[in-house]
Nanobody, 122 residues
Framework: QVQLVESGGGLVQAGGSLRVSCAAS????????VAWFRRAPGKEREFVTT????????YYADSVKGRFTISRDNAENTVFLQMNSLKPEDTAVYYC???????????????WGQGTQVTVSS
């Protein structure tokens, strides 16, 4: 069993940066891939990025490529999402999710956090 808690969301101006974290409990976290998804108001949940258990495989959605960076510290059971050059369209609730494989589909992830709000003002 893995429990996930996101933190670090907030309000930032366009062009600014923010780092959100996903802290996990459970001994199997280091064997799980972790992804970030987001849901903007009135929109479907969308994939943002994923990192494999070892950190050796990373994939980004085109919309965030070059601006966002995912990383993980398995010793600390934490995954980070560094978000730079933020745009108003990045405004959403950001969720981390864990599962056996680094996939872009949400159905591949068994464990989900409650989400953290990121708001980018123009």
């Amino acid at each position: 069993q893995v429990q996930l808690v996101e933190s670090g969301g907030g309000l930032v101006q366009a062009g600014g940066s923010l780092r959100v974290s996903c802290a996990a409990s459970g001994r199997t976290f280091s064997r799980n891939a972790v992804a970030w998804f987001r849901r903007a108001p009135g929109k479907e949940r969308e994939f943002v990025t994923t990192i494999s258990a070892s950190g050796g495989f990373i994939y980004y959605a085109d919309s965030v490529k070059g601006r966002f960076t995912i990383s993980r510290d398995n010793a600390e059971n934490t995954v980070f999402l560094q978000m730079n050059s933020l745009k108003p369209e990045d405004t959403a609730v950001y969720y981390c999710a864990a599962g056996p494989l680094a996939l872009t589909s949400s159905v591949g992830y068994e464990y989900w956090g409650q989400g953290t709000q990121v708001t980018v003002s123009s």
